[in-house]
């Protein structure tokens, strides 16, 4: 049992004493909007983090719904090809840079990494806020584009066309996005500090929960990747706006330099997608196994290492580019060896589940998904650095099935085990749990019917971002749209008995999972300050007993 | 609050997060580290891609980078490394409590810093003079191709770094220009002085990117 | 309909081995993935939560560890070095591979052989001989994807990618654009007839009256005057022509190019940008005189002028 005792700095610091009421928590300490709007408390931020990537998701999702009805014939039915290139840019800026970027970071990072530290809130709560904001601000610039025409660059924004030839929105887009990368810098800015500074008295870096260690990976990756990606967008709007000649060729520039700037950042963006979404499986297998995860110290340096390699990897992206063939063959090589850690993370959880005492609660079914599914998303992923497979299946709906698998299969599945798993914590709420089984079997199900037959259309020969298409691949589509709904219909079911929840769910006691952690050692919901006193720190996490 | 043996208010507010003041310190100046480790890779990319260039149409560039004033320049050089070493007077002036030092020091520095702007607003303005501003109106006087937008890019380059490098340097001088106001008010003592470190860091390091920028710009082709 | 094929037809010399890699890794993914997947159902189930039964608490075993490191490092080896071996196949021609070349734009492709044929959004090829295609762009970046052949290759505007392939069953194959290109990018698509070499050399003289590419080059050479400098004579104003496609040419200052077909297009339309050691910079540019096509005409001209000695 770790001890909450006075830590000395208590005492020193004057701080006001123990909170008289008992049921005053985070949430109902005020009620005014402008308590909300300008709020220092980390766990406040991280429910405005919530309340945004919601609408992005679904406003993503909306576009994808639209997508996959058109792809049910092979011809044109629901939209122009115009206006379908803007669906399929407006899923993928949305869903990248406004939804699968922020999403875990943003809500469970900012909610939970304080409390797993034992501190009282990140180092600057301020800069916390301010980052809400401008990703707020991006998104906004975004819809805004949407509304006044759209883009159809795709998310990409390969040049020439999107510097020469796109009529489009271009500009307020990627401006939305550079924005909101400021966000990113922020976020990963707070974490880094505050793991390092703000660390309760006992908690030595190898007693941290493994979701503080990947998050610490994901900061690292935020903080030095995204400046890359911001001039890039910086590069691009001024070559759109004064026709400069950094990437057109026809004055001078290159169009593969700005692939090249364009994924030295987006690559390891996938590992800000990925890594987050692992530290919660972590935690899930942990607690719903009654187990410490087997090999923390390996799966807490994969999370490093992965943050390192993705660097390296970039050109993984370009082998049919023009590039050289000797940086194809550098950048396979490095693709396979980033593939490596998370094999071991793998490894490493089906270890843990040896013995242990497993319970099947929803939070535990997302879990045991993601496995399956991270697996089959990050093996297809080493076909991809394969360079003779990749020759083939580069830019057709192999790779997007890839990255569904990852993203989806992996981030969704986890991030929505983790909004179960703690939301007990987050809202002093219990969700209906039979119901949250049925949506858990549900996205699964709905899920790989979706994705899988992308495999095949993409090892078929179809290329992505085609509106029309030859009518022998139309069997694959319908079952893929058929998935998609079933898919849909999974992601509404928590929407309605989360909400309902809120006044209608049993209320939870601190600990409803029984579960080892700082967090369970708070109150649900938490008070502002988390702890009423700082907790000291006598052992390791997941400390569960034989 | 209490009053130091040199005349200053103890101005210790330890904000609620943090449980003392010298955790405070420590997180605000590995927070100033992270952030301009974040500006390296910033600008990074753009000597990356200037680097790119620059190997590609080396005739053009240095061609171009002749007509940049490399008096100015230098005296521009030396204005900044001059406000570095006075903002680190000014630290050790805080180090050390002497109140009447932190100001001078700032003073200098954020006098400098106006120098700087001063000198690059005329060069600016004798680009823009001679027609080098890169847009409908660019027009580069030699005769290194006629395909003269090479060094149009050049200049693009130029205008981007050395741009964004003075929006820098004024954020930096809203910072210290903040910091003066705290000394004015002898919030500094030995105990706390983080904003004068934090803001010397970011000083330092505006002052070190023109360090590169100042070579690759103005000296590629000097003989 | 419902009949599902899994892949393409395999129709040129390396779609095989694409295709056997390809069954390679699926075979250790599904191992993999059977492995864990049954595992992790089995453990689920075994360890399900009973009252009488606690958890036993593992730290870890550094021998597994090493052993789920090294075998993937292994096989992930052994994948990279195959991939890479087709790789670097696919991406050196054969010396004598037949030429054809394309000119990808929004959103069609054009297509010319060497002896004449233009096609748009056909390929015609024979059976059992490389082909190399050397292909630019007139706009934005597209990409030549042929799923039959498992190769393509990303057509970049002001400047020459090529890729080669060798059919090996007749038939009429797909050819899609495989980079987005804009609003006609799912149409930009056409097909690649695969003929036996005699009905190919049939398909190349019937019906297609007319020169050559090199003729309709060579033509072009005189009509727009490049013989007044490149005459060949060492008093020229120009170097001579002769022998210069895929040599290695000296520039002013020491530095040497490989004179490829991007070299040729960019001393044609930027001559300023590469001067050959020992001469002027003043060779005007021909930019805005020449389409795309043209360009091509005058490097397939100059291909034929090689050193009376048959040497390069």
């Given at each position: 049992m770790t001890t909450i005792t006075t830590a000395e700095g208590d005492a020193a610091r004057d701080l006001p004493a123990v909170v008289v009421d008992p049921d005053e928590n985070y949430l109902n300490t005020s009620y005014t909007v402008k308590s909300w709007l300008l709020t220092h408390d980390h766990k406040r931020v991280a429910i405005l983090y919530l309340l945004g990537i919601t609408l992005f998701f679904f406003l993503g999702g909306a576009a994808a719904v639209l997508m996959r009805l058109e792809l049910l014939t092979p011809q044109a039915d629901l939209t122009s090809h115009e206006t379908y290139n803007k669906l399929f840019t407006l899923h993928g800026v949305i869903m990248v840079f406004f939804f699968i970027i922020p999403a875990v970071p943003g809500v469970l990072g900012n909610f939970l990494l304080p409390i797993m530290l034992g501190a009282r809130d990140v180092a600057f709560p301020r800069l916390n806020l301010l980052g809400w904001y401008l990703f707020m601000i991006g998104g906004c610039f975004a819809i805004a584009a949407m509304v006044a025409g759209g883009v159809d660059t795709g998310w990409t924004f390969y040049t020439p066309y999107s510097t020469t030839y796109s009529n489009t929105h271009v500009i307020a887009t990627a401006l939305g996005a550079f924005i909101s990368g400021f966000a990113s810098v922020l976020t990963g800015l707070n974490f880094l500090v505050t793991t390092h500074r703000m660390r309760a008295p006992g908690m030595k870096w190898f007693r941290m929960p493994l979701f503080v260690w990947s998050m610490y990976g994901t900061a690292i990756i935020m903080v030095l990747g995204t400046p890359v990606i911001s001039i890039t967008i910086l590069l691009l709007a001024a070559e759109r706006v004064l026709g400069l000649g950094i990437f057109d060729p026809a004055r001078g520039g290159d169009p593969v330099l700005f692939q090249h700037l364009f994924w030295f950042y987006s690559h390891p963006a996938v590992y800000i997608m990925i890594l987050p979404a692992m530290g919660i499986i972590s935690e899930l297998l942990a607690a719903f196994s009654r187990k410490r995860i087997f090999g923390y110290g390996f799966v807490a340096f994969s999370s490093l290492s992965i943050a390192f390699l993705g660097f390296l990897v970039w050109?993984?992206?370009?082998?049919v580019s023009s590039q050289s063939v000797y940086a194809g063959l550098i950048f396979s090589l490095l693709s396979f060896f980033v593939a490596i850690p998370s094999a071991i993370k793998v490894f490493n959880w089906t270890a843990t589940l040896y013995k242990g005492s497993i319970s099947y609660d929803a939070p535990m079914l997302y879990a045991l998904g993601f496995i399956g599914l991270f697996l089959i998303g990050g093996l297809t992923g080493v076909f991809l650095s394969t360079l003779g497979i990749d020759v083939h299946v580069h830019d057709t709906y192999f790779v997007v099935a890839h990255f569904h698998y990852i993203a989806v299969g992996g981030t969704v599945m986890a991030f929505l085990g983790g909004l179960h798993y703690w939301w007990p914590k987050i809202t002093g709420r219990l969700y209906p749990e039979v119901w949250a089984r049925v949506a858990a079997l549900t996205v699964y199900l709905g899920f790989n019917l979706t994705f899988f037959p992308?495999?095949?259309?993409?090892?078929?020969?179809m290329p992505r971002r085609y509106h029309v298409y030859p009518p022998e691949f139309q069997v694959l589509h319908v079952l893929s749209t058929a998935g998609a709904s079933i898919l849909g219909a999974g992601y509404l079911i928590p929407m309605v008995y989360f909400i309902w929840s809120l006044w209608y769910g049993k209320k939870a006691g601190p600990n409803p999972w029984n579960a080892k952690g700082l967090e369970w050692q708070t109150k649900s919901p938490p008070i502002t300050r988390n702890f009423e006193e700082t907790p000291i720190v006598t052992e390791e996490a997941y400390a569960y007993a034989d | 609050m209490h009053t130091q043996t040199d005349g200053s208010a103890l101005a210790t507010n330890v904000a609620p997060q943090f449980d003392d003041a010298e955790q405070q310190a420590r997180s605000a100046v590995l927070g100033m580290w992270v952030f301009l480790i974040t500006e390296v890779l910033l600008i990074g990319t753009l000597f990356a891609t200037f680097a790119v260039y620059r190997y590609r149409y080396a005739h053009e560039f240095e061609e171009a980078s002749l007509e940049l004033d490399v008096v100015l320049g230098t005296i521009n050089t030396f204005v900044l490394l001059t406000s570095s070493f006075t903002v680190a007077l000014g630290v050790y002036a805080a180090k050390h409590g002497k109140q009447k030092a932190i100001v001078a020091n700032l003073v200098i520095t954020l006098a400098l810093g106006v120098v700087f702007l001063c000198v690059k607003g005329i060069e600016y303005y004798a680009k823009f003079h001679h027609h080098l501003v890169p847009g409908p109106e660019y027009h580069f006087p030699g005769t290194a191709s006629p395909v003269g937008h090479q060094t149009e890019l050049f200049f693009t380059f130029y205008f981007l770094m050395t741009g964004i490098h003075a929006l820098h340097v004024?954020?930096?001088m809203a910072v210290l220009a903040?910091?003066?106001?705290?000394?004015?008010?002898?919030?500094?003592?030995?105990?706390?002085?983080?904003?004068?470190?934090?803001?010397g860091l970011y000083w330092h390091f505006v002052d070190i990117v023109w360090i590169w920028l100042f070579p690759i710009l103005y000296l590629i082709n000097r003989h | 309909m419902?009949?599902?094929?899994?892949?393409?037809?395999?129709?040129?010399?390396?779609?095989?081995s694409v295709d056997s890699l390809f069954l390679f890794l699926l075979v250790v993914s599904a191992f993999f993935t059977v492995l864990i997947v049954t595992l992790v159902i089995v453990f689920a189930i075994k360890y399900r939560r009973r009252p009488e039964r606690k958890s036993v608490q593992i730290r870890g075993d550094l021998r597994l560890e090493i052993l789920w490191t090294v075998i993937p490092l292994i096989l992930s080896m052994v994948m990279f070095g195959w991939g890479a071996k087709l790789y670097m196949i696919q991406a050196r021609a054969p010396a004598d591979a037949e030429e054809v070349y394309v000119v990808g734009k929004q959103w069609m492709w054009k297509i010319q052989h060497l002896n004449g044929p233009r096609e748009i959004n056909e390929l015609h090829v024979p059976v059992g001989r490389p082909v190399r295609l050397i292909m630019t762009s007139e706009d934005v970046i597209h990409d030549f994807y042929v799923p039959a052949f498992r190769t393509k290759m990303d057509v970049l505007p002001d400047t020459y990618t090529s890729m080669w392939f060798q059919a090996t069953k007749t038939g009429r194959y797909h050819l899609f654009c495989a980079e987005y290109c804009g609003t006609g990018h799912s149409t930009m698509i056409g097909h690649v007839i695969v003929m036996e070499p005699h009905e190919y050399e049939d398909w190349l003289s019937g019906g297609v009256s007319g020169q050559s590419l090199a003729e309709a080059g060579e033509k072009l050479f005189t009509r727009l005057a490049c013989h007044t400098c490149h005459g060949g004579k060492p008093t020229d104003r120009g170097p001579p022509l002769t022998g210069l496609v895929g040599s290695t040419v000296r520039l002013t200052g020491g530095r040497t190019v490989k004179a490829n077909e991007t070299y040729i297009r960019e001393s044609i339309l930027e001559p300023k940008k590469k001067v050959v050691e020992g001469y002027e910079p003043i060779m005007p540019t021909y930019k805005g005189q020449l389409s795309e096509e043209d360009l091509i005409k005058i490097i397939a001209y100059l291909k034929t002028k090689t050193k009376p000695e048959g040497k390069r």
């Open positions: 050109g993984h992206h370009m082998f992308q495999f095949i259309l993409g090892y078929m020969g | 004024i954020v930096g903040w910091v003066l106001k705290l000394a004015l008010a002898r919030r500094f003592s030995p105990e706390y002085h983080t904003p004068v470190e934090v803001g | 419902w009949e599902l094929q899994l892949h393409p037809e395999s129709a040129s010399k390396i779609a095989s």
